[in-house]
């Protein structure tokens, strides 16, 4: 089972992340938390990784409606976004919102909300290609 959307981008890590952040942005999304994993990694573990972030966005909106549909689907939120180097390239990669229905379950309108999570970031990752 494939459990992420993504694009493979020719710019630079930072470029990657602000654009990113950008693109999110005009989908209705914010970025509630960034994870350094890479510095994370260092400082905890002196083990090295390429620039690998993980960052956690929200669509207030979606997530006030699933949360009405499932108030568990908490344990699921906010969408994971990951922005890492692979070779000479960006990767961005998000979690598939139908994942988490297929965790969760359909029930309550939790299906709409997921079609609809899903619609807004794969067109902010498609704009990234653009």
């Known amino acids: 089972m494939d459990y992420g959307l993504g694009v493979r981008l020719d710019r630079p890590f930072q470029q990657a992340v602000a654009d990113v952040t950008a693109a999110l942005k005009?989908?209705?999304?914010?970025?509630?938390?960034?994870?350094?994993?890479?510095?994370?990694?260092?400082?905890?573990?002196?083990?090295?990784?390429?620039?690998?972030?993980?960052?956690?966005?929200?669509?207030?909106?979606?997530?006030?409606?699933?949360?009405l549909a499932d108030r568990r689907i908490?344990?699921?939120?906010?969408?994971?976004?990951?922005?890492?180097?692979?070779?000479?390239?960006?990767?961005?990669?998000?979690?598939?919102?139908?994942?988490?229905?297929?965790?969760?379950?359909?029930g309550g309108g939790l299906a709409e909300v997921a079609d609809e999570a899903a619609r807004r970031l794969s067109a902010a990752l498609a704009s990234l290609s653009a």
């Open 26 to 67: 005009e989908q209705g999304f914010g970025v509630l938390t960034t994870v350094d994993v890479r510095a994370t990694l260092h400082e905890k573990l002196g083990e090295e990784l390429e620039d690998y972030l993980i960052l956690g966005a929200c669509n207030p909106s979606l997530a006030h409606r699933a949360l």
């Open 74 to 106: 908490g344990l699921l939120l906010p969408c994971n976004v990951v922005v890492r180097r692979d070779g000479g390239a960006t990767v961005v990669e998000a979690v598939d919102p139908q994942t988490l229905v297929t965790l969760a379950g359909s």
